[in-house]
C-alpha cells in the first residue's frame, strides 16, 4: 500500500505540468514551464516521423535530422499511427507510464541491491522527491525560496519534462534488472533482451548510451579477467555494434559537438548569478590564476567542486553511508560503480557546443543511483535525523512544483493561430516559410505569450504537419547545423523590396506556403509577389506560392 501510494503521489508529482499543457483552453493551447519550447519540438518531430523515418529537420525542410536522438518521438510516432492524439501521449499518456515505471523499476532495484523493504520504499521516495541544495542558495540571498537547479542539474521532479531523459532512465533500471537476473541464471533470451535494451538506447538517450555501455564495458573485463566468462563480453559486443549502427548513420560532425573545458559547470555556477554565484571566488580564481599561484586556486576549485557536488545531490550526500566494502565484491554493485563513473566524469571534463550546459544531463543518471545509496545510509543514522532528512528533501523540488500551478500558462497558442494551423494542416504538402522569430516583440505583449513571441520554437511545423524553411534557430545551434544562410535569406524576404530577389528565393526553395501572423507585414503589397492568399482570419494570413 505504501508503495502504490508513492507511486501514485510520485506521478502527480512529476506530471502536473505535462498534464496541464498540448490542452486546449478557451484561449488556444496553454504550454506551462519550458513546454513552450522542448514540448513543442517533440509535436513537431512527431509530425515529421509520421512522414519518413529517419524524419526531416522539423526547423530546416529538406534537411534530414542529424545530431538528434530521436527514438522516444519515433515510439510516440507509432502509437499516433494507432489513432491516438499526439498531444495526449507527449503530455499525459507516456508521462504517467514513465513515471509509474521509474517507481516499480526503483522499488525492485532497491530491493535487490539492500534487500529491505524500508530501504526499497526510501529508494522510490529519493527517485521523484529529491532536490538540490537550491533552496539554501536562495535563503542566503535573501531571494524566494527555490533553487532547483541552482547548482545547474535538473532534479527528478522535471524528469518528464525531458522525456527522452525519462524514458532512457527507465530503460537502464530494467536493463540493470536484467543484467542480474542473466548473472544468476544465463539465459539466451535474457542476453538478447540485454543486447536489444542496451544496444537500442543510444537512439533514446546518447548520454544514457554511453553510461550504460560503460557499464556493461567495465563488468564485462572483469568477468573475463577475474571469472574467465566470455558471455557478457559478447553481450557487450552485440549491443556496441548496434549502437554504431544508430548512431553513426544519424551522426554529422557529432564528435564536433564535445569540446574538452575542465571545471565549465563547476566555474559558471560559481560565477552565474542566476546559480550559485559567489563572486569573491570568482575574483580569487582569476587572481590566482593570473599570479600563478597554483595551490590557492587548486583549494579554491576544490571548493568550487565540493559545492557542484554536494549542491546537486542534496540529501542524497547522505548516501557516502551507504557505501560498503563487500559491495566491491558483488558484480552487480560493480556494475552500477562503473554508470556512476561514466556518468561523473564528462560533465566534469567537457561542454556541449551550442548549448554548453546540455552536458550536465550525464550526472542525472549519477543523481538517480545516488538516490538509492541514500535510502540504505538513511538507515544508518539515528531515527530523529532520519525524520529531518526526510522532510527537507525535496525543498526545491516543492518549490518548482508549485510554479507549475500558476493558473495561466506562459505561452500559449492563439485559437486563431490553432485554427490557421489546422487549415494548414489539411493542405497538400509543401515547405513553409515563415518569418523568423524577432525577440524584440515579445515586449509588445503581456503574460501569457503566443508562441509566435514567447520563444523560437517549432511551432509552425508542430501544429502544420509541414516542413519549415527555417524555425527554431536555437535548435539548430544545439544541432550544429548549418543554418545561418537560411535565417539571413528568410529575414530578408521579409524586410526588403526587391521583388526579382524575392520570386527566385521563393523558386529556388520550394516554398509552397507563407504563413504569416498579422503582427507582421510584408514589405510590399501582397499583390506584388506571385502567391495567392488561400486563408485569412483575425489573427493570420497563409499564402500558396504560385
Known sequence: ?????????????????????????????????????????????????????????????????????????????????????????????????????????????????????????????????????????????????????????????????????????????????????????????????????????????????????????????????FDKDFKLAIIFMFSLLISLGILLPQSKSSLGLLEIKPFWLIDTMIDAGDRVGIPNFTARRFAYLAEHKYFHLLVIQTIGFLIFFIGNLGTRIIGVLGFEKKQLKSDLFIFIFAMMTFSFLPPLIFIQKGNAWNIVQFFYYFLFIAGLFAAHGLRKVPFVLAIFVILITPISSITTFRSWLYPNPPAYLPVKEYEALKYLLLQNDGVVLKYPFDSNLRGKFKDPFPLSVYADNTYVSAHSGKSVFIEDAEQQIVLNTDYKERLKEATRFFIEKDLSWSEKFLKDNNITYIYLPKIYQLPMAEGEYPMKKIFENDNVNIYMVE
Open 1 to 225: 500500500m505504501a508503495l502504490i501510494l508513492l507511486i501514485f503521489l510520485g506521478v502527480i508529482f512529476q506530471g502536473v505540468i505535462m498534464f496541464r499543457s498540448g490542452v486546449i483552453y478557451d484561449f488556444g493551447i496553454g504550454y506551462w514551464g519550458p513546454l513552450a519550447r522542448d514540448g513543442v519540438w517533440h509535436e513537431a518531430l512527431v509530425g515529421q516521423l509520421l512522414r519518413s523515418v529517419p524524419p526531416e529537420n522539423p526547423g530546416l525542410s529538406g534537411i534530414v535530422l542529424a545530431n538528434y536522438h530521436y527514438f522516444y518521438d519515433l515510439l510516440v510516432s507509432l502509437f499516433v499511427r494507432l489513432g491516438i492524439s499526439t498531444n495526449l501521449l507527449i503530455y499525459t499518456a507516456f508521462p504517467v507510464i514513465f513515471s509509474m515505471l521509474l517507481g516499480i523499476g526503483t522499488y525492485k532495484l532497491a530491493n535487490i541491491l539492500f534487500n529491505n523493504k524500508k530501504t526499497s520504499l526510501l529508494s522510490v521516495f529519493f527517485a521523484y522527491f529529491a532536490s538540490s541544495f537550491g533552496w539554501i542558495v536562495s535563503l542566503v540571498k535573501g531571494q524566494e525560496i527555490g533553487g532547483e537547479s541552482a547548482f545547474w542539474a535538473n532534479q527528478p521532479v522535471s524528469l518528464n519534462l525531458n522525456p527522452p531523459y525519462a524514458i532512457s532512465l527507465v530503460i537502464i533500471i530494467f536493463t540493470i534488472l536484467l543484467v542480474n537476473s542473466y548473472l544468476n541464471r544465463p539465459k539466451i533470451f535474457k542476453a538478447l533482451f540485454i543486447i536489444l535494451l542496451s544496444g537500442t538506447l543510444i537512439g533514446f538517450k546518447v548520454y544514457a548510451g554511453v553510461v550504460l555501455l560503460g557499464g556493461l564495458f567495465i563488468l564485462s573485463l572483469k568477468r573475463i579477467f
